[in-house]
């Protein structure tokens, strides 16, 4: 499975942003697809992630009522709308791909539970 993401920039904070995130390849469609994000000096972190049929969701706590999540398997993208968004959002976020990576937060939460990634999109928040 091949992962691109797009549609990071500059925005100011409060703003928003959405993100998507391609995939292609074998049963790409069949897939969670999750988000995570890597500021500069940082671990990479979880962000949140939706699973194969769209229907389960999980979302970090700095995520949580700013962000969504949603995916169309018709063209095998996942989408993250950003709102509100603080100086703090800053960071490269990276998309991933798993077949069994969010069987419970905590598995979805682990970089190790995702199969593939993508290269990233910069998201920078000014204040």
Do not use: H
């Not at 000096?41 to 969504?68: H, L, M, N, P």
């Not at 398997?73 to 800053?90: C, F, G, I």
Request: aromatic share 12%; proline share 2%; hydrophobic share 30%.
């Amino acid at each position: 499975v091949q992962l691109q993401a797009s549609g990071g920039g500059l925005v100011q904070a409060g703003g928003s942003l959405r993100l998507s995130c391609a995939a292609s390849g074998r049963t790409s469609s069949s897939y969670a697809m999750g988000w995570f994000r890597q500021a500069p000096g940082k671990e990479r972190e979880f962000v949140t992630s939706i699973g194969w049929s769209g229907r389960s969701t999980y979302y970090a706590a700095s995520a949580k009522g700013r962000f969504t999540i949603s995916r169309d398997n018709a063209k095998n993208t996942v989408y993250l709308q950003m709102n509100s968004l603080r100086p703090e959002d800053t960071a490269v976020y990276y998309c991933a791909a798993g077949g069994n990576s969010d069987t419970s937060y905590y598995t979805a939460s682990r970089l190790g539970s995702w199969d593939y990634w993508g290269q990233g999109t910069q998201v920078t928040v000014s204040s």
